[in-house]
């Protein structure tokens, strides 16, 4: 089963597996010997840069015993007989470790899928209903361009579980979740796809820690898989301020939150922890796992809990702007904001816990000329607004029209989400 993940764990950043350039070695294991042989050159998405007598460009399996595995990419035989979506497997590492799919496919999770371009912009490209994904563990040698695999699209509402024992879809099936991750840097839009769901992760749910005795993470603790945690759960925060601890986090349907603009009066009809009345709120009765549970009201009253923050507040391009996908006002993450400390005046220093949505006045990104008195933050105090901390969408907030490099500055401090490169998403191989 093929794990997702963000990427290798380098000076305290995660940044895409792989590495080096044309001169880097790979090592090969066959039955008898292991020795270094440097990677051989062919692109694998335009199907050149091989001979007559072995034209197909795929991915061959060194040594599936490491976490993640070893391979390289290569030129074999055109003898595979498996056509798309058809039942595959590999030949023994070293040599002979390519699978029996056709050319232009690879094996992934015992699959024959369609290879494709994970930068989004470039042929081949995945048919509607699928989206690219690539893999620690396949195409991760660094010798032809950026190659994924197509995977089958999803609702990641209804097809994940959310640690319950039925879910509504039936896109993935039952062992496989809807996985995804957000967009950041230059990395394609966010997309949501079936991945299998890991083999310690059903326990893994809300604020359970995302660690390598649970497979949640490689086994030397550099790379930190998507789908290490369980069905409707992502390692997108970190525990708090300073750590370097993975959470997995729940996914929530979020809905716009400022002062009088919140929904109900109560913590199951606001929206606080998600749509207010929806069944994807941030409780246990929607979701599993830890959560404290926000309740309405404006500072001192209510509790400032665990809030539904849309996914469009982690979609952040490499220069502060926004990176739009279908799944932006959609989709989005429990963060209990009593966990995390806020710079509202922009000034480098903690100034106390995230406000709670419901204490903004202001729908958009506010000026943090100031320090809000108490825990709230309003126009007239030069605090900050509910954009700033996801509590409301695009439109709303008016993110679809401005620059946001402010914004973004403002958001390094309030919200410790994984502090991952700008990469496309990787998935690994669990054998």
């Known amino acids: 089963m093929r794990k997702l993940a963000l990427g290798a764990l380098i000076t305290g950043l995660f940044a895409a597996c792989g590495g080096g350039g044309s001169s880097n070695k790979i090592k090969i294991v066959d039955s008898n ?20 007598d072995a034209p197909r460009c795929t991915w061959f399996e060194d040594d599936t015993s490491q976490d993640p595995p070893l391979g390289h990419t290569g030129c074999a035989p055109d003898t595979g007989t498996v ?34 371009d994970d930068t989004g912009s470039g042929a081949p490209m995945c048919g509607s209903n699928f989206a690219c994904v690539t893999y620690v ?8 361009p950026p190659a994924g695999v197509c995977d089958p699209s999803c609702d990641p509402f209804a097809d994940n579980n959310f640690g319950k ?28 796809s079936c991945a299998g769901e890991g083999s310690s992760a059903a326990t893994l749910v809300n604020r359970s820690p995302c660690t390598s005795a649970d497979k949640c993470m490689s086994a030397d603790g550099t790379i930190v898989y998507v789908n290490g945690c369980a069905q409707g759960f992502e390692p997108v925060l970190l525990d708090a301020i300073g750590s370097m601890q993975a959470d997995c986090v729940s996914l929530c349907q979020p809905a716009d939150c400022y002062s009088g603009n919140c929904g ?13 009345g929806s069944d994807r709120q941030c409780n246990n009765t929607d979701s599993s796992g830890t959560f404290s549970v926000s309740t309405p009201g404006a500072y001192p009253n209510g509790t400032n809990g665990d809030q539904c923050r849309f996914m469009w507040s982690f979609e ?30 922009g000034d480098g220093v903690n100034d106390g816990q995230e406000p709670k949505c419901d204490t903004f006045s202001m729908p958009t990104t506010g000026t943090g000329s100031a320090v809000g008195a108490g825990s709230s933050c309003t126009g007239a105090n030069g605090c ?40 496309r998403r990787q998935m690994e191989q669990q054998h």
């Not at 010997?33 to 007559?52: K, S």
């Not at 099936?173 to 957000?182: D, I, R």
């Not at 029209?401 to 700008?422: D, E, L, S, V």
């Open 165 to 192: 024992t039925t879910k509504t879809g039936t896109t993935c099936g039952s062992a496989n979740g809807c996985y995804g991750y957000p967009s950041f840097g230059s990395a394609p839009s966010t997309s949501f």
């Open 83 to 116: 056509d798309v979506g058809g039942a595959c497997m590999y030949g023994a590492a070293g040599a002979t470790g390519y699978d029996n799919c056709k050319k232009g496919l690879v094996c992934e999770d015992a699959i024959c899928k369609t290879i494709c």
């Open 33 to 52: 010997n292991t020795v270094d042989m440097a990677a051989t050159h062919c692109n694998v998405l335009a199907q050149t840069g091989c001979t007559a």
């Open 137 to 144: 563990g396949l195409f991760t040698d660094d010798t032809m």
């Open 384 to 423: 900050l607004g509910a954009s700033d901390f996801g509590c409301v969408s695009t439109t709303t907030g008016g993110i679809m029209f401005q620059n946001n490099k402010q914004h973004a500055i403002h958001m390094a401090m309030t919200r410790p989400r994984m502090p991952y490169a700008a990469m």
């Open 264 to 276: 109900g009066t109560t913590a199951a009809t606001s929206n606080l922890g998600g749509s207010g």
């Open 316 to 345: 952040e391009g490499s220069d502060g702007t926004f990176l739009s996908s279908p799944y932006s006002d959609k989709v989005g993450f429990c963060e209990n904001h009593s966990d995390y400390m806020a710079d509202w005046n």
